[in-house]
Protein backbone atom coordinates (compact mmCIF):
# COMPACT_ATOMS: atom_id res chain seq x y z
CA UNK A 1 0.00 0.00 0.00
CA UNK A 2 2.60 2.93 0.99
CA UNK A 3 4.95 1.43 -1.57
CA UNK A 4 2.09 2.44 -4.36
CA UNK A 5 1.82 5.66 -2.90
CA UNK A 6 5.12 6.39 -3.45
CA UNK A 7 4.98 5.03 -6.62
CA UNK A 8 2.49 6.95 -7.23
CA UNK A 9 3.58 10.30 -6.12
CA UNK A 10 6.28 9.93 -8.61
CA UNK A 11 3.98 8.91 -11.57
CA UNK A 12 2.12 11.97 -11.06
CA UNK A 13 4.59 14.32 -10.69
CA UNK A 14 6.73 13.36 -13.71
CA UNK A 15 3.65 12.87 -16.01
CA UNK A 16 1.30 16.46 -14.78
CA UNK A 17 3.75 18.03 -16.94
CA UNK A 18 2.00 16.10 -19.62
CA UNK A 19 -1.45 17.91 -18.89
CA UNK A 20 -1.64 20.91 -20.83
CA UNK A 21 -4.06 23.64 -19.02
CA UNK A 22 -6.29 23.67 -21.86
CA UNK A 23 -8.96 27.04 -20.88
CA UNK A 24 -11.34 25.62 -22.88
CA UNK A 25 -14.36 23.64 -21.27
CA UNK A 26 -16.21 21.10 -22.28
CA UNK A 27 -19.82 22.62 -23.99
CA UNK A 28 -23.00 21.65 -21.56
CA UNK A 29 -23.98 18.82 -24.00
CA UNK A 30 -20.36 17.31 -23.04
CA UNK A 31 -21.04 18.14 -19.55
CA UNK A 32 -23.52 15.93 -19.23
CA UNK A 33 -22.45 13.38 -21.01
CA UNK A 34 -19.21 13.34 -18.44
CA UNK A 35 -21.52 13.39 -15.75
CA UNK A 36 -23.43 10.46 -16.77
CA UNK A 37 -20.15 8.80 -16.87
CA UNK A 38 -18.54 9.93 -13.56
CA UNK A 39 -21.52 8.96 -12.00
CA UNK A 40 -22.29 5.40 -13.58
CA UNK A 41 -19.24 4.29 -15.04
CA UNK A 42 -16.50 5.69 -13.04
CA UNK A 43 -19.07 4.32 -10.46
CA UNK A 44 -19.16 1.13 -11.02
CA UNK A 45 -15.83 0.99 -9.43
CA UNK A 46 -15.74 3.89 -6.89
CA UNK A 47 -19.43 3.77 -6.48
CA UNK A 48 -22.59 5.77 -7.54
CA UNK A 49 -22.48 8.43 -4.77
CA UNK A 50 -18.74 7.91 -5.18
CA UNK A 51 -18.14 7.10 -1.70
CA UNK A 52 -15.93 4.13 -2.90
CA UNK A 53 -16.24 0.70 -3.84
CA UNK A 54 -12.95 -1.35 -5.28
CA UNK A 55 -11.71 2.03 -6.05
CA UNK A 56 -11.53 4.57 -2.88
CA UNK A 57 -14.13 7.23 -2.22
CA UNK A 58 -13.23 9.86 -4.69
CA UNK A 59 -15.57 13.13 -2.32
CA UNK A 60 -13.70 16.22 -2.09
CA UNK A 61 -11.47 15.23 1.03
CA UNK A 62 -9.83 12.32 -0.56
CA UNK A 63 -8.65 14.23 -3.07
CA UNK A 64 -7.64 17.83 -1.54
CA UNK A 65 -4.18 16.71 -1.04
CA UNK A 66 -4.14 16.45 -5.04
CA UNK A 67 -4.02 19.08 -7.61
CA UNK A 68 -7.19 19.29 -10.82
CA UNK A 69 -4.00 18.30 -12.93
CA UNK A 70 -2.86 15.51 -10.58
CA UNK A 71 -6.48 14.23 -10.84
CA UNK A 72 -6.42 14.99 -14.26
CA UNK A 73 -3.10 12.90 -15.00
CA UNK A 74 -5.03 10.00 -13.26
CA UNK A 75 -7.74 9.76 -14.92
CA UNK A 76 -6.30 9.92 -18.49
CA UNK A 77 -3.09 7.77 -17.43
CA UNK A 78 -4.66 5.61 -15.26
CA UNK A 79 -2.69 4.07 -11.81
CA UNK A 80 -0.57 1.08 -13.17
CA UNK A 81 -0.62 -2.09 -11.35
CA UNK A 82 -4.35 -1.32 -9.94
CA UNK A 83 -7.48 -2.02 -12.08
CA UNK A 84 -7.48 1.97 -12.20
CA UNK A 85 -7.99 1.94 -16.07
CA UNK A 86 -6.25 4.90 -17.94
CA UNK A 87 -9.39 7.21 -19.80
CA UNK A 88 -6.68 8.44 -22.63
CA UNK A 89 -8.52 8.26 -26.01
CA UNK A 90 -12.30 8.05 -24.27
CA UNK A 91 -11.49 11.59 -22.56
CA UNK A 92 -9.92 14.29 -23.89
CA UNK A 93 -7.26 16.25 -21.56
CA UNK A 94 -10.54 19.19 -20.86
CA UNK A 95 -12.90 16.40 -20.38
CA UNK A 96 -10.67 14.69 -17.56
CA UNK A 97 -9.58 18.63 -16.13
CA UNK A 98 -13.35 19.03 -15.99
CA UNK A 99 -13.92 16.24 -13.96
CA UNK A 100 -11.24 16.10 -11.88
CA UNK A 101 -12.23 20.25 -10.72
CA UNK A 102 -15.77 18.61 -10.25
CA UNK A 103 -14.71 16.02 -8.03
CA UNK A 104 -12.80 18.68 -5.85
CA UNK A 105 -15.82 20.76 -5.70
CA UNK A 106 -18.29 17.95 -5.38
CA UNK A 107 -19.68 16.54 -7.93
CA UNK A 108 -23.34 17.57 -8.76
CA UNK A 109 -25.24 14.37 -8.13
CA UNK B 1 -75.36 -24.00 13.67
CA UNK B 2 -71.93 -25.24 13.71
CA UNK B 3 -71.57 -25.70 9.92
CA UNK B 4 -73.27 -22.10 9.69
CA UNK B 5 -69.93 -20.74 11.83
CA UNK B 6 -67.83 -22.64 10.29
CA UNK B 7 -68.41 -20.91 7.20
CA UNK B 8 -67.86 -17.81 8.75
CA UNK B 9 -64.45 -18.36 9.92
CA UNK B 10 -63.31 -19.71 6.43
CA UNK B 11 -64.82 -16.77 5.00
CA UNK B 12 -63.07 -14.45 7.49
CA UNK B 13 -59.67 -16.25 6.85
CA UNK B 14 -59.79 -16.10 3.33
CA UNK B 15 -60.16 -12.78 3.78
CA UNK B 16 -57.34 -11.56 5.35
CA UNK B 17 -55.10 -13.98 3.28
CA UNK B 18 -56.08 -12.85 0.11
CA UNK B 19 -55.29 -9.62 1.52
CA UNK B 20 -51.72 -9.91 2.86
CA UNK B 21 -51.00 -11.55 -0.68
CA UNK B 22 -52.19 -12.97 -3.54
CA UNK B 23 -52.30 -16.98 -3.17
CA UNK B 24 -49.97 -18.00 -5.48
CA UNK B 25 -46.54 -19.52 -6.04
CA UNK B 26 -43.04 -17.82 -6.47
CA UNK B 27 -41.58 -19.40 -8.82
CA UNK B 28 -42.16 -17.54 -11.43
CA UNK B 29 -41.30 -14.00 -9.43
CA UNK B 30 -38.50 -12.09 -9.33
CA UNK B 31 -36.79 -8.69 -8.87
CA UNK B 32 -34.77 -5.79 -11.33
CA UNK B 33 -32.70 -3.42 -9.38
CA UNK B 34 -33.23 0.32 -9.95
CA UNK B 35 -30.10 1.26 -8.82
CA UNK B 36 -29.74 5.32 -8.90
CA UNK B 37 -33.62 5.33 -7.25
CA UNK B 38 -33.11 2.72 -4.51
CA UNK B 39 -36.05 0.65 -5.49
CA UNK B 40 -36.65 -2.64 -6.86
CA UNK B 41 -39.26 -4.12 -9.05
CA UNK B 42 -40.84 -7.31 -8.40
CA UNK B 43 -41.57 -9.06 -11.76
CA UNK B 44 -43.47 -11.96 -13.16
CA UNK B 45 -41.53 -13.75 -15.56
CA UNK B 46 -45.00 -15.74 -17.17
CA UNK B 47 -47.29 -12.59 -17.43
CA UNK B 48 -43.93 -10.46 -18.30
CA UNK B 49 -44.67 -7.78 -15.92
CA UNK B 50 -44.32 -5.72 -13.10
CA UNK B 51 -46.08 -6.60 -9.89
CA UNK B 52 -45.13 -4.17 -7.61
CA UNK B 53 -42.50 -1.58 -6.27
CA UNK B 54 -40.54 -1.50 -3.47
CA UNK B 55 -38.44 2.00 -2.61
CA UNK B 56 -36.67 3.34 -0.02
CA UNK B 57 -33.41 0.77 -0.28
CA UNK B 58 -30.67 2.64 -0.47
CA UNK B 59 -28.08 3.28 -3.03
CA UNK B 60 -28.49 0.05 -5.13
CA UNK B 61 -25.06 0.86 -7.37
CA UNK B 62 -23.95 -2.51 -7.98
CA UNK B 63 -26.69 -4.37 -5.80
CA UNK B 64 -27.21 -8.02 -5.74
CA UNK B 65 -29.58 -10.19 -4.35
CA UNK B 66 -29.88 -13.87 -3.36
CA UNK B 67 -33.49 -15.08 -2.23
CA UNK B 68 -34.90 -17.66 0.80
CA UNK B 69 -35.53 -21.33 0.15
CA UNK B 70 -39.14 -21.01 0.01
CA UNK B 71 -38.51 -18.23 -3.19
CA UNK B 72 -40.73 -15.76 -0.95
CA UNK B 73 -38.50 -13.43 0.43
CA UNK B 74 -35.37 -11.82 -1.47
CA UNK B 75 -32.14 -10.17 0.74
CA UNK B 76 -31.01 -7.38 -1.06
CA UNK B 77 -27.33 -6.06 -0.28
CA UNK B 78 -26.85 -2.28 -1.46
CA UNK B 79 -23.55 -0.80 -1.70
CA UNK B 80 -24.26 1.35 1.09
CA UNK B 81 -24.06 -1.64 3.47
CA UNK B 82 -27.88 -1.67 3.34
CA UNK B 83 -29.46 -5.41 3.69
CA UNK B 84 -33.39 -5.71 3.10
CA UNK B 85 -35.66 -8.11 3.17
CA UNK B 86 -38.33 -7.98 0.63
CA UNK B 87 -41.68 -9.71 0.25
CA UNK B 88 -42.22 -10.81 -3.06
CA UNK B 89 -45.95 -11.96 -2.35
CA UNK B 90 -47.13 -8.49 -0.55
CA UNK B 91 -44.60 -6.10 -2.27
CA UNK B 92 -43.33 -4.76 0.72
CA UNK B 93 -40.05 -4.23 3.03
CA UNK B 94 -39.86 -6.51 5.55
CA UNK B 95 -36.90 -4.90 7.24
CA UNK B 96 -33.84 -3.03 6.27
CA UNK B 97 -30.37 -2.82 8.75
CA UNK B 98 -27.57 -0.67 7.16
CA UNK B 99 -24.77 -3.66 8.61
CA UNK B 100 -21.77 -1.71 6.92
CA UNK B 101 -20.40 1.40 5.92
CA UNK B 102 -19.61 -0.06 2.17
CA UNK B 103 -20.56 -3.51 0.83
CA UNK B 104 -20.11 -5.90 -2.25
CA UNK B 105 -22.62 -8.38 -2.02
CA UNK B 106 -23.67 -12.01 -0.68
CA UNK B 107 -24.97 -15.15 0.30
CA UNK B 108 -27.67 -17.25 2.05
CA UNK B 109 -26.33 -20.98 3.73
CA UNK B 110 -28.14 -24.21 2.44
CA UNK B 111 -30.22 -24.63 4.82
CA UNK B 112 -31.56 -21.11 4.31
CA UNK B 113 -31.07 -19.62 7.81
CA UNK B 114 -27.83 -17.27 7.51
CA UNK B 115 -27.55 -14.69 5.35
CA UNK B 116 -23.95 -13.07 4.66
CA UNK B 117 -22.73 -9.88 3.61
CA UNK B 118 -19.16 -9.35 2.32
CA UNK B 119 -17.84 -5.89 3.00
CA UNK B 120 -15.48 -3.00 1.40
CA UNK B 121 -15.58 -1.05 4.52
CA UNK B 122 -14.89 -2.15 7.61
CA UNK B 123 -13.56 -5.04 5.14
CA UNK B 124 -15.02 -8.23 6.14
CA UNK B 125 -18.13 -10.78 6.36
CA UNK B 126 -21.13 -10.48 8.61
CA UNK B 127 -23.62 -12.71 9.28
CA UNK B 128 -27.57 -12.18 10.11
CA UNK B 129 -30.63 -14.09 11.04
CA UNK B 130 -32.50 -15.18 7.48
CA UNK B 131 -35.54 -14.79 9.60
CA UNK B 132 -35.04 -11.87 12.26
CA UNK B 133 -32.09 -9.65 10.26
CA UNK B 134 -30.17 -10.25 14.05
CA UNK B 135 -26.13 -10.00 13.81
CA UNK B 136 -25.15 -13.54 14.33
CA UNK B 137 -21.50 -13.24 13.93
CA UNK B 138 -18.82 -11.03 12.12
CA UNK B 139 -15.59 -11.88 10.55
CA UNK B 140 -13.56 -8.84 9.79
CA UNK B 141 -10.60 -9.54 7.43
CA UNK B 142 -7.64 -8.95 9.36
CA UNK B 143 -4.50 -9.33 7.56
CA UNK B 144 -0.57 -8.98 7.81
CA UNK B 145 1.01 -7.89 10.63
CA UNK B 146 -0.72 -4.51 10.95
CA UNK B 147 -4.13 -6.14 11.20
CA UNK B 148 -5.26 -3.95 7.84
CA UNK B 149 -8.76 -5.33 7.17
CA UNK B 150 -8.68 -6.10 3.43
CA UNK B 151 -11.99 -5.57 0.81
CA UNK B 152 -13.84 -8.89 0.52
CA UNK B 153 -15.29 -10.02 -2.74
CA UNK B 154 -16.57 -12.90 -4.19
CA UNK B 155 -18.58 -14.05 -1.35
CA UNK B 156 -20.31 -17.79 -2.29
CA UNK B 157 -22.18 -20.51 0.19
CA UNK B 158 -21.25 -23.62 0.00
CA UNK B 159 -22.51 -27.14 0.90
CA UNK B 160 -22.66 -28.03 4.75
CA UNK B 161 -22.98 -24.15 5.84
CA UNK B 162 -20.10 -23.57 4.55
CA UNK B 163 -19.21 -20.20 2.88
CA UNK B 164 -15.95 -18.98 0.80
CA UNK B 165 -14.82 -15.71 0.16
CA UNK B 166 -11.74 -13.54 -1.15
CA UNK B 167 -9.54 -10.90 0.42
CA UNK B 168 -8.64 -8.27 -2.36
CA UNK B 169 -6.04 -6.50 -0.55
CA UNK B 170 -4.77 -9.41 0.98
CA UNK B 171 -4.47 -11.89 -1.77
CA UNK B 172 -6.40 -14.53 -0.13
CA UNK B 173 -9.45 -16.98 0.26
CA UNK B 174 -10.86 -18.17 3.22
CA UNK B 175 -13.57 -20.57 3.88
CA UNK B 176 -16.25 -20.44 7.24
CA UNK B 177 -17.52 -23.13 8.15
CA UNK B 178 -20.85 -22.03 10.43
CA UNK B 179 -22.48 -25.42 12.14
CA UNK B 180 -25.40 -24.92 13.56
CA UNK B 181 -25.32 -23.86 17.27
CA UNK B 182 -22.22 -23.23 16.92
CA UNK B 183 -19.17 -20.40 16.17
CA UNK B 184 -17.74 -20.19 12.44
CA UNK B 185 -14.53 -21.29 12.08
CA UNK B 186 -12.31 -20.61 9.24
CA UNK B 187 -9.47 -21.91 7.41
CA UNK B 188 -6.85 -19.57 5.36
CA UNK B 189 -5.91 -20.11 1.78
CA UNK B 190 -2.90 -17.57 1.58
CA UNK B 191 -0.92 -16.17 -1.16
CA UNK B 192 -3.53 -16.82 -3.80
CA UNK B 193 -2.35 -14.54 -6.41
CA UNK B 194 -1.96 -10.50 -6.88
CA UNK B 195 -5.85 -8.47 -6.31
CA UNK B 196 -8.21 -11.32 -6.92
CA UNK B 197 -11.50 -8.93 -7.69
CA UNK B 198 -14.29 -11.85 -7.74
CA UNK B 199 -14.82 -15.48 -7.72
CA UNK B 200 -17.39 -18.22 -8.34
CA UNK B 201 -18.20 -21.43 -7.03
CA UNK B 202 -19.28 -24.13 -9.58
CA UNK B 203 -23.20 -25.25 -9.26
CA UNK B 204 -21.85 -28.54 -8.17
CA UNK B 205 -20.61 -26.66 -5.10
CA UNK B 206 -17.10 -28.44 -5.65
CA UNK B 207 -14.46 -25.48 -7.27
CA UNK B 208 -14.20 -22.23 -6.17
CA UNK B 209 -12.26 -19.80 -8.58
CA UNK B 210 -11.20 -16.17 -8.27
CA UNK B 211 -10.34 -14.34 -10.76
CA UNK B 212 -7.10 -12.12 -10.35
CA UNK B 213 -6.33 -9.22 -11.38
CA UNK B 214 -2.72 -8.59 -10.96
CA UNK B 215 -1.47 -11.71 -12.54
CA UNK B 216 -2.59 -13.75 -15.22
CA UNK B 217 -4.03 -17.47 -14.48
CA UNK B 218 -7.18 -17.52 -11.70
CA UNK B 219 -6.70 -19.01 -8.21
CA UNK B 220 -8.50 -22.77 -8.10
CA UNK B 221 -9.70 -24.66 -5.02
CA UNK B 222 -11.30 -28.41 -5.24
CA UNK B 223 -13.71 -28.48 -2.15
CA UNK B 224 -14.02 -32.39 -2.53
CA UNK B 225 -10.36 -32.72 -2.06
CA UNK B 226 -9.44 -34.64 1.34
CA UNK B 227 -7.39 -31.84 1.48
CA UNK B 228 -8.57 -28.41 -0.02
CA UNK B 229 -5.74 -26.34 -1.76
CA UNK B 230 -5.01 -23.69 -4.01
CA UNK B 231 -3.47 -23.77 -7.04
CA UNK B 232 -3.22 -21.85 -10.56
CA UNK B 233 -5.21 -22.87 -13.10
CA UNK B 234 -4.91 -21.25 -16.82
CA UNK B 235 -1.49 -19.63 -15.97
CA UNK B 236 -0.04 -19.29 -19.33
CA UNK B 237 -2.80 -17.25 -20.87
CA UNK B 238 -2.13 -13.74 -21.68
CA UNK B 239 1.02 -13.72 -20.62
CA UNK B 240 3.75 -11.63 -22.50
CA UNK B 241 0.80 -9.69 -24.88
CA UNK B 242 -0.29 -6.17 -23.85
CA UNK B 243 -3.82 -5.98 -21.87
CA UNK B 244 -6.28 -3.55 -22.93
CA UNK B 245 -7.37 -1.24 -20.05
CA UNK B 246 -10.06 -2.70 -18.23
CA UNK B 247 -12.75 -0.21 -17.29
CA UNK B 248 -15.42 -1.98 -15.61
CA UNK B 249 -14.33 -5.46 -13.89
CA UNK B 250 -15.67 -8.58 -15.20
CA UNK B 251 -18.18 -10.85 -13.85
CA UNK B 252 -17.09 -14.28 -12.33
CA UNK B 253 -20.63 -14.81 -11.07
CA UNK B 254 -22.23 -15.69 -13.85
CA UNK B 255 -19.39 -17.98 -15.40
CA UNK B 256 -21.30 -20.42 -17.62
CA UNK B 257 -21.14 -24.05 -17.76
CA UNK B 258 -22.25 -26.02 -21.11
CA UNK B 259 -21.74 -29.90 -21.15
CA UNK B 260 -18.11 -30.47 -19.89
CA UNK B 261 -17.36 -27.14 -21.44
CA UNK B 262 -16.61 -23.77 -19.14
CA UNK B 263 -17.19 -19.80 -20.59
CA UNK B 264 -15.48 -17.33 -18.49
CA UNK B 265 -14.50 -13.59 -19.29
CA UNK B 266 -10.64 -12.91 -20.21
CA UNK B 267 -9.76 -9.60 -18.14
CA UNK B 268 -9.08 -6.70 -20.12
CA UNK B 269 -9.29 -8.72 -23.72
CA UNK B 270 -11.92 -9.21 -26.52
CA UNK B 271 -12.61 -12.89 -26.03
CA UNK B 272 -13.66 -15.95 -23.44
CA UNK B 273 -11.78 -18.40 -22.66
CA UNK B 274 -13.44 -21.75 -23.38
CA UNK B 275 -12.03 -24.37 -20.76
CA UNK B 276 -12.19 -28.08 -19.94
CA UNK B 277 -15.07 -28.27 -16.73
CA UNK B 278 -12.66 -31.17 -15.51
CA UNK B 279 -9.33 -30.50 -15.67
CA UNK B 280 -9.32 -26.63 -16.31
CA UNK B 281 -7.58 -26.98 -19.22
CA UNK B 282 -7.94 -24.34 -21.62
CA UNK B 283 -9.14 -25.54 -24.42
CA UNK B 284 -10.04 -22.58 -27.01
CA UNK B 285 -10.80 -19.31 -27.16
CA UNK B 286 -13.72 -17.49 -28.99
CA UNK B 287 -13.33 -13.44 -30.38
CA UNK B 288 -15.80 -11.33 -29.38
CA UNK B 289 -16.93 -7.89 -29.79
CA UNK B 290 -15.61 -5.98 -26.72
CA UNK B 291 -14.30 -6.61 -23.30
CA UNK B 292 -16.68 -9.18 -22.11
CA UNK B 293 -18.37 -8.72 -18.50
CA UNK B 294 -20.82 -11.45 -17.97
CA UNK B 295 -20.80 -14.92 -20.17
CA UNK B 296 -23.91 -16.57 -19.38
CA UNK B 297 -25.28 -19.91 -20.50
CA UNK B 298 -28.80 -20.69 -20.73
CA UNK B 299 -30.18 -23.06 -18.58
CA UNK B 300 -29.95 -26.12 -20.95
CA UNK B 301 -25.91 -25.29 -21.58
CA UNK B 302 -26.47 -24.31 -25.65
CA UNK B 303 -26.17 -21.00 -25.71
CA UNK B 304 -23.88 -18.45 -23.58
CA UNK B 305 -24.84 -14.99 -24.00
CA UNK B 306 -22.28 -12.46 -23.86
CA UNK B 307 -22.68 -8.52 -22.50
CA UNK B 308 -19.79 -5.78 -22.60
CA UNK B 309 -17.56 -2.93 -20.83
CA UNK B 310 -17.85 0.65 -21.87
CA UNK B 311 -17.78 1.77 -24.38
CA UNK B 312 -18.94 -1.29 -26.36
CA UNK B 313 -22.38 -2.19 -23.48
CA UNK B 314 -24.53 -1.69 -26.25
CA UNK B 315 -24.07 -5.09 -27.66
CA UNK B 316 -24.97 -8.70 -26.67
CA UNK B 317 -23.69 -11.56 -28.32
CA UNK B 318 -25.23 -15.13 -28.33
CA UNK B 319 -22.50 -18.27 -28.90
CA UNK B 320 -23.26 -22.01 -29.80
CA UNK B 321 -21.49 -23.52 -27.19
CA UNK B 322 -21.20 -26.69 -29.39
CA UNK B 323 -19.70 -25.11 -32.42
CA UNK B 324 -17.82 -21.75 -30.90
CA UNK B 325 -19.73 -19.83 -33.29
CA UNK B 326 -21.38 -16.62 -32.68
CA UNK B 327 -24.90 -17.29 -33.99
CA UNK B 328 -26.54 -13.85 -32.67
CA UNK B 329 -25.11 -10.25 -32.33
CA UNK B 330 -28.13 -7.39 -31.17
CA UNK B 331 -27.89 -3.88 -29.94
CA UNK B 332 -30.61 -3.77 -27.33
CA UNK B 333 -28.98 -0.01 -26.51
CA UNK B 334 -26.62 1.81 -24.25
CA UNK B 335 -25.59 -0.29 -21.11
CA UNK B 336 -27.34 -3.65 -21.51
CA UNK B 337 -25.35 -4.38 -18.24
CA UNK B 338 -27.88 -7.46 -16.93
CA UNK B 339 -28.67 -10.32 -18.17
CA UNK B 340 -31.22 -13.22 -16.61
CA UNK B 341 -32.84 -16.07 -17.63
CA UNK B 342 -36.33 -17.46 -17.22
CA UNK B 343 -35.95 -20.80 -14.85
CA UNK B 344 -35.96 -23.13 -18.00
CA UNK B 345 -34.39 -20.71 -20.57
CA UNK B 346 -37.11 -19.72 -23.11
CA UNK B 347 -36.75 -16.17 -22.26
CA UNK B 348 -33.79 -14.22 -21.27
CA UNK B 349 -34.72 -10.61 -19.36
CA UNK B 350 -32.23 -7.71 -20.07
CA UNK B 351 -31.81 -4.51 -18.78
CA UNK B 352 -30.75 -1.45 -20.71
CA UNK B 353 -29.76 1.17 -17.91
CA UNK B 354 -29.93 4.43 -20.17
CA UNK B 355 -32.76 3.68 -21.88
CA UNK B 356 -34.60 2.95 -18.65
CA UNK B 357 -36.01 -0.20 -20.02
CA UNK B 358 -35.74 -4.10 -19.07
CA UNK B 359 -36.36 -6.24 -22.65
CA UNK B 360 -37.51 -9.71 -23.07
CA UNK B 361 -36.27 -11.50 -25.26
CA UNK B 362 -37.08 -15.06 -26.94
CA UNK B 363 -33.94 -17.49 -26.53
CA UNK B 364 -35.12 -19.64 -29.48
CA UNK B 365 -35.99 -16.55 -32.27
CA UNK B 366 -33.93 -13.74 -30.67
CA UNK B 367 -37.49 -12.30 -31.17
CA UNK B 368 -38.32 -9.27 -28.68
CA UNK B 369 -41.39 -10.18 -26.95
CA UNK B 370 -41.81 -7.09 -24.17
CA UNK B 371 -40.30 -4.09 -22.97
CA UNK B 372 -40.91 -2.55 -19.70
CA UNK B 373 -40.07 0.58 -18.70
CA UNK B 374 -37.98 1.39 -15.48
CA UNK B 375 -35.64 3.42 -14.08
CA UNK B 376 -31.73 3.03 -14.54
CA UNK B 377 -32.41 -0.72 -14.38
CA UNK B 378 -29.09 -3.06 -13.03
CA UNK B 379 -29.24 -6.45 -11.90
CA UNK B 380 -32.19 -9.13 -12.55
CA UNK B 381 -32.89 -11.61 -10.07
CA UNK B 382 -35.27 -14.84 -10.21
CA UNK B 383 -36.28 -16.96 -7.44
CA UNK B 384 -35.12 -20.35 -9.18
CA UNK B 385 -31.74 -19.00 -7.84
CA UNK B 386 -33.26 -20.08 -4.60
CA UNK B 387 -32.48 -23.49 -5.28
CA UNK B 388 -28.69 -23.20 -6.64
CA UNK B 389 -25.75 -23.82 -5.18
CA UNK B 390 -23.64 -20.18 -5.40
CA UNK B 391 -26.64 -17.94 -6.51
Known sequence: MRAWKSMLSAVVASASIGVALAGVLPDPVRQAELTHLVLHDCGSCHGMTLKGGLGGPLLPANL?????????????????????????????????????????KGFAQ | MMKHLLGIVLLATSCIAAAAAERRGTGDLGIVVERAVGAVQIIDTTQRRV???????????????????DGRHAFVFGRDGGLSKIDLLTGSLVKRIVQAGNSIGGAISDDGRLVAVSNYKPGGVRFFDSESLEPVADIPAAYGVDNELSKVVGLVDAPGRRFLFTLYDAGEIWMAHYPSGGVPKITKFAHVGELPYDALITGDGRHYVAGLFGEDGLAHIDLWADKPVVRRILDHYGRGEEKLPVYKMPHLEGWARAGDRMFLPAVGRHELLVID??????????AVHGQPIFAIARPDGRQVWVNFAHPLNDTIQVIDTQNLEIIH???????????EFTPRGENVWISVRDADRVDIYDTQTFERLETLPMDKPSGIFFTARANRIGL
Open chain 2, 329 to 339: EFTPGKAALHM
Open chain 2, 51 to 69: LSRVTGLGDLSHASAVFSR
Open chain 1, 64 to 104: DHYSSEDVATFILDGIPGKPMPPWRGQLSTQDALWIAEQLK
Open chain 2, 277 to 286: ATTFAEIGRV
